[in-house]
């Protein structure tokens, strides 16, 4: 995988806390703009946290609890 945003760690905790993986939802809790956010939800989907886009509906989390995501993020080697 390509070199992870230094956000990607709290923004994969962000969506499985809230279960809900739009990009929009991203661009206004961290206050970042849309390709960045895009580019966050699009590293997500490649890690398996989040499914792939269904436009304004968002993105299906895959991930249901914390424990799961921080083996994942451990895998990453980000934390």
Do not use: H, W
Request: glycine share 12%.
């Amino acid at each position: 995988m390509k070199r992870l945003d230094p956000m990607f760690a709290d923004v994969a905790r962000y969506v499985v806390n809230k279960q809900e993986g739009s990009t929009s939802r991203l661009q206004r809790a961290f206050e970042i703009g849309y390709n960045r956010a895009g580019k966050l939800s699009d590293q997500l989907e490649a890690a398996g946290i989040v499914g792939p886009n269904k436009g304004p509906k968002g993105r299906d989390v895959l991930i249901q609890d914390l424990e799961s995501l921080e083996n994942i993020l451990q895998q990453l080697g980000v934390g």
